[in-house]
């Protein structure tokens, strides 16, 4: 962050003691703080130090060009604005200045000149933080829940590679949320005011997948009618997310790879290479080093794509989490206006008894489905989709016919072994307070001691905080 909020950080580069003075007096009242240096290398280590929202350039110096300094000050720092201040300027370098895109100003920029300057500045950057709060808001997505070992890691290896700028390959089941977690190192990343593209590498015909990750220009193929950029360029600065990479061609592969070791690209039907800044995080559900030894996908690309690897757990490796999985997506869909759904005794049994093949994605489903089967009232088991609730109804008539019992719990041991875990869940979430927990599940805190007395008796070593 260069500035405080609602200011401007200001950089003033002049030899001249009294102009900077003057300068930095003025920068100082109008915009919040100013740093005054004399020369390139004082600057460029200023830079280094701290992100500024402007830079004024002395363009009048003998000792250096005012132009190509200011140039260097933006490939070294290209979110800084740049305003050159020549006491006796010509037109030659306001014409230069002007192509290059850095500010000019001739005379004195102290006083009211310089104030209005710095305002304009102050406020074409505060319409720039609300746009990327509203994007960021926008690219927000729902948080990674779940307390289990499993998530703490996975939350861990997240906040510890969205700081690393290298490639990565998420794996996981269908249905485990990985563009989710794309989605939250790209936001917890320094690229997070920049796009987040995603594409599924699956979705495209081979001949078309090229031209959406590279673009084409007008008439590169049948039905190019226009020219078309790709998301290459569209995540220019960005994340890009390939699903299903393991879906990729061995023709797009290898473009890929080439943009992956030097950043550039050429457009289809285009001679001119274009070149790119973007993290690409890749994710698949398929083995890739099983791939590459058929021979379906590259090996050197392979090796590129996963600089670092991101496994996320199957919904049954997350012991504990079911619970909190279903309180967030009753809150989530709930119908406007209305309370909070709750599930049925029989509702969560069933659910905490499935093995859910799909993970998170079949529990998100079958939460929605039976929000809008309910109609504002509780979740019982027939609003479940059909192959939840047949399976639940299918097992119940077994019981009833003396079948042999299949791979699930009965109803009442799901149904006991899902509030034992939803009451040390939301312990949890109190640190132990038993009171504000008993409000939380609405039932009395003597209930509460009750329940948890009695699943410490049958399981003797369990620990509960007794505050």
Known sequence: MGSAEGGLAVLVIDRDEDVAAQLTVVAERAAGSAHWVTTPREAFAALEARCYDIAIVEADATVYDGIALAQNIRRLAPSTLLLL???????????????????????SLAGDALARALTEV????????????????????????????????????????????????????????????????????????????????????DALLDAELFGHERGAFTGADRLREGRFEAADGGTLFLDEIGEMPLSAQAKLLRVLENGTFQRLGANETRKVDVRVVSASNRDLAQLVRAGG??????????????????????GGDLPLLVEHFCRRYAKP?????????????????????????????????????????????????????????????????????????????????????????????????????????GISRKSLWAKLKRYREQTPCMSVANS
């Open 337 to 441: 206006g209305r309370p909070t759904p709750r599930l049925s005794p029989g509702a969560r049994a069933v659910l905490a008894s499935r093995e859910f093949r799909g993970n998170v994605r079949e529990l998100e489903h079958a939460i929605r489905h039976a929000i809008a089967f309910a109609d504002g009232g509780e979740l019982l088991v027939e609003h479940l989709p059909a192959e939840i609730a047949g399976d639940a109804l299918d097992f119940e008539r077994g019981r009833d016919r003396g079948d042999p019992a299949p791979s699930v719990l009965p109803l009442t041991s799901a149904l006991t072994e899902f509030e034992h875990e939803y009451l040390l869940q939301t312990l949890q979430r109190t640190d132990g307070n038993r009171s504000r927990a008993a409000s939380l599940l």
């Open 122 to 205: 102050s406020e074409q950057r505060a319409v720039e933080r609300a746009l990327t709060a509203e994007r960021n808001d926008t690219l927000l997505p729902t948080p990674l829940v779940g307390n289990s070992p499993a998530m703490t890691q996975l939350k861990h290896n997240i906040e510890v590679i969205a700081n690393n700028d290298g490639a990565v390959l998420v794996c996981g089941e269908s249905g485990t949320g990985k563009e989710l977690v794309a989605r939250m190192l790209h936001v917890t990343s320094p690229r997070r005011a920049k796009p987040f593209v995603a594409v599924n590498c699956a979705a495209f015909p």
């Open 85 to 107: 201040n020549a006491a006796n300027g010509s037109i030659e370098d306001a014409v230069a200045a002007t192509k290059a895109g850095i500010g000019y100003a001739t005379g």
């Open 297 to 318: 996908f590259r090996e050197d690309l392979y090796y590129r794509i996963k600089l670092f690897r991101v496994r996320v757990p199957a919904l049954r490796e997350r």
